[in-house]
C-alpha cells in the first residue's frame, strides 16, 4: 500500500499542473484528487488521472472525499461543491443558510453516503473514457490503454473535523468509517483523522485502533507555528506510533518530513500550494502564485523576493536542479517554478526522511539558520528587505527546538 510506505510523496491534483505531473513521474509516489475537482471535472480529471495510471509507472491515486465542506454553512457555493454533493447522492449537504449540525447526519444518511461513495471510488476507473485518449497521448511514450487504468489505492472514508473524542461530529465521523470499510466489503480503506486544532489530534488518535490512518491538523502552518504546537504534533505521531498506528499527512510541508522519525509514513501537499489548510472553506480559490521553492530555507518566497536574494547572493537560491539551470527564478516560467519545487522536495526526502535522527537534523537546522543569519548579515541590506528574510528564516529554529 504505497500509501503507507517511508515516506510516501504524494501531490494534490490541480489542473493547471498538469505538465508537472506527467514530467516528473519519478519525483513522487502518487496522487491525491480533491473530491470536488474529481466530482466537477469528472471526464478531464479523470481522463488524465487515469491515464497515469495506466502506464508502466503508474503511479498510484486517491480520492479525497474533502467532506468537511459539508459541516459548515456555504453561503456562496461552487459548482464543484454541488457536484460533490450529488456525487454523494444528498443534494441537500450544500447549506447556504443555516450552519449544519452533526445530529442532521442520522444512521441512515450516514449509511447511504457511506454507500455513494463508495460506488463512486469502484466505478471511478470506468467513467473517464471520453478523455482517456486525449491525455494518454501526451504521456511521452507508448501510449497507455483505457483496459489498463487502475481503481484508487484504496477508499478514503468520508470524515468530519472534530474537536476531540467527545465532539458529536466525531462520532459521526467514526460510523462513516465504519459504513465505508462494510460497504467496501474487502476494499481496502482508509480512516482519515481530522483535528480542529494541533491539541486535538492526540485524543482523536487515542480514540482509534492500531490501524492505517491519514492524518490532518487543520490550519496548521509549520512555517508560522509555535514550538509548542510543533511538539504537540510531534508527540501525538510519536504516542500514536508507539500504539502502532501508522500515519500518513494529508497535508505537509517540510517540518512533516522531519516526522519519518516520529513514525509519519508520507505527506501529501499541492504543486506549489496547500502544504497545510484550514477546513473552513474560503470563500475565494484559485491557481497557485507563481513561487520560488528556496532549498536552503526549506519554503517557498515570492518570486520577486528571490529575486532580490539571488541578485545580492546567488548562494542564497542555489539549487542543482535542470529547471532552475542557474538561471534567475524571474527568468523561470510557472510550470518551471512548478517543476523546481517537486523536485525539491523529493531531494528533501531521499536526504531527511531516511536516517536522519531527530538530533541530527536540528543541529542541521540550527547550522542552515546560523548560516543564512551570518550571510544575510554580511550583504547590504535595506532594513525592510532585511526584516523579511529574517521572518523568512525564523521558522528554522522553531523546528530544530521542536525536534529536541
Not at 473524542?165 to 470499510?181: A, G, N, V
Not at 476494499?187 to 482519515?192: D, E, L, M, Y
Request: a negative charge.
Amino acid at each position: 500500500m504505497p500509501l503507507f510506505t517511508t515516506f510516501a510523496h504524494y501531490l494534490a491534483y490541480l489542473a493547471t499542473d498538469q505538465e508537472t505531473f506527467r514530467d516528473l513521474r519519478a519525483s513522487y509516489d502518487g496522487v491525491l484528487v480533491p473530491g470536488t475537482i474529481a466530482a466537477w471535472q469528472r471526464q478531464g480529471t479523470g481522463g488524465f488521472v487515469l491515464s497515469l495510471s495506466a502506464t508502466e509507472a503508474a503511479p498510484p491515486y486517491v480520492i479525497d472525499p474533502r467532506f468537511p465542506l459539508f459541516q459548515q454553512t456555504l453561503p456562496q457555493a461552487k459548482q464543484s461543491h454541488s457536484a460533490l454533493a450529488e456525487i454523494f447522492g444528498d443534494p441537500a449537504l450544500v447549506q447556504t443558510k443555516f450552519e449544519p449540525v452533526a445530529g442532521q447526519f442520522t444512521d441512515a444518511r450516514v449509511r447511504a453516503l457511506a454507500r455513494a461513495w463508495v460506488d463512486f471510488n469502484l466505478a471511478y476507473d470506468e467513467t473517464s473514457n471520453e478523455k482517456f485518449d486525449k491525455y494518454a497521448k501526451r504521456l511521452k511514450e507508448e501510449v497507455p490503454k483505457s483496459v489498463d487504468a487502475r481503481a484508487p489505492e484504496l477508499i478514503l472514508a468520508p470524515y468530519f473535523v472534530a474537536t476531540g473524542p467527545q465532539d458529536p461530529w466525531w462520532d459521526r465521523s467514526k460510523l462513516l468509517f465504519t459504513e465505508t470499510c462494510a460497504i467496501a466489503s474487502g476494499v481496502s480503506c482508509a480512516r482519515v483523522v481530522a483535528a480542529e486544532d494541533v491539541f486535538a489530534i492526540d485524543g482523536l488518535l487515542s480514540d482509534v485502533p492500531a490501524e492505517k490512518l491519514v492524518v490532518w491538523v487543520s490550519g496548521l502552518n509549520e512555517y508560522k507555528a509555535s514550538v509548542d504546537e510543533l511538539m504537540a504534533y510531534r508527540g501525538a505521531l510519536l504516542a500514536a506510533t508507539a500504539r502502532g498506528q501508522h500515519m500518513f499527512g494529508l497535508y505537509g510541508a517540510f517540518f512533516s518530513v522531519l516526522q519519518a522519525s516520529a513514525g509519519l509514513t508520507g505527506a501529501a501537499h499541492g504543486v506549489g500550494f496547500s502544504e497545510h489548510r484550514d477546513w473552513r472553506e474560503l470563500p475565494q480559490s484559485g491557481a497557485p502564485l507563481a513561487r520560488f521553492y528556496m532549498p536552503r530555507w526549506h519554503r517557498y518566497v515570492p518570486v520577486d523576493f528571490a529575486q532580490t536574494l539571488w541578485q545580492l547572493d546567488r548562494s542564497l537560491c542555489q539549487c542543482d536542479c535542470d529547471h532552475c539551470g542557474a538561471q534567475p527564478p524571474i527568468a523561470m516560467s510557472y510550470h518551471e517554478l512548478m517543476k523546481h519545487s517537486v523536485w525539491c522536495r523529493q531531494k528533501e526526502i531521499d536526504r531527511w526522511a531516511g536516517t536522519t535522527s531527530p538530533v541530527l537534523a536540528a543541529a542541521a537546522l540550527r547550522s542552515e539558520y546560523e548560516a543564512s543569519l551570518k550571510q544575510l548579515d554580511q550583504l547590504t541590506l535595506l532594513a525592510p528587505v532585511r526584516a523579511r528574510a529574517l521572518d523568512l528564516i525564523s521558522h528554522l529554529p522553531r523546528w530544530a527546538d521542536a525536534l529536541g
